[in-house]
């Protein structure tokens, strides 16, 4: 059935007040596989307080509205959206401990008739103290079976092109099979990602990681290969979803280097080098 276009057009989202600690930030990291070494001094930075700094893709799970999409009134089949894109701007490096506030809205919904459509939000992480915005978060999410309500078929935004050349660096990142587990306790509780069950149930063999979790190994390839670790450096970080990872496999990140800019993408050397994430894009500074 369409969504209820009339209903997501007047959507209202409430501001969302998110106190974070330092424990979170570290969790958040661990998540992640920071500290996978724990004589690399330059991932330590991001699980140990003496020196603490926050991930930059931690902003993904600041201020976030919830699982929405399951109320009723937006018409939604909830159980079929899947995560499209995920965008992330940066205007200043996260606190590693504070409040923010979580301002999300509906920017528009682009209508694929029975393909479905697809929905773009976008939620500002501003500092509550300092009313300054810190971070900007933008993704889409392909609603099956959705689409058909007489709206527009709308442009996404123009993905990275990858150049057509070896690439510049090849950082390979191991998870652990319990690392869904860890990823999960920064927010993101979906059964998917912890109930053999309810993996089975949706066509998997196993629970997957969580699309988010592969979002910020990406981070951590950027910063390792290009930023020395140094988070102040990675200001924007951008990728189109291609298939999940499952907890224990690798991920290899294949990067190309221009400039302050980067192009990436990611695959699993497990599975014949299946592609993960596409059309990555990382700014730099």
Not at 27 to 55: H, I, K, M, N, R
């Amino acid at each position: 059935m369409p969504l209820n276009i009339d209903a997501l057009n007047a959507w209202v989202f409430e501001d969302i007040e998110h106190t974070y600690t330092a424990r979170d930030t570290m969790l958040y990291a661990l998540g992640l596989g920071f500290g996978e070494d724990p004589l690399d001094e330059s991932e330590l930075a991001y699980v140990y307080e003496d020196g603490l700094q926050a991930a930059p893709s931690m902003a993904v799970v600041l201020g976030y509205p919830g699982f929405w999409l399951k109320d009723p009134k937006t018409g939604i089949t909830w159980q079929k959206v899947l995560h499209g894109e995920q965008w992330l701007d940066i205007y200043k490096p996260l606190p590693v401990a504070g409040k923010v506030i979580g301002r999300t809205r509906i920017d528009k919904i682009s209508d694929k008739g029975d393909k479905g459509a697809v929905m773009y939000l976008s939620r500002d992480i501003i500092d509550a103290a300092s009313g300054e915005t810190l971070a900007k978060v933008s993704m889409s999410t392909f609603c099956r079976g959705d689409g058909g309500f007489g709206g527009e078929n709308l442009a996404g935004p123009t993905p990275a092109i990858l150049p057509d050349r070896a690439p510049d660096h090849v950082c390979d990142l191991t998870t652990l099979p319990r690392q869904a587990l860890i990823y999960r306790l920064s927010g993101d509780y979906n059964p998917l990602h912890a109930d053999p069950k309810v993996a089975q149930a949706a066509g998997f063999a196993q629970p997957i990681l969580h699309g988010l979790a592969t979002y910020g190994l990406a981070g951590r390839a950027i910063l390792r290969s290009l930023c020395d670790n140094d988070a102040a450096r990675l200001t924007g970080l951008d990728v189109r979803f291609s298939a999940p990872v499952y907890p224990g496999e690798t991920v290899r990140f294949e990067i190309w280097q221009d400039g302050a800019e980067a192009r990436f993408r990611a695959s699993v050397p497990e599975r014949d080098n299946l592609l993960v994430l596409n059309n990555g894009a990382a700014r730099l500074t």
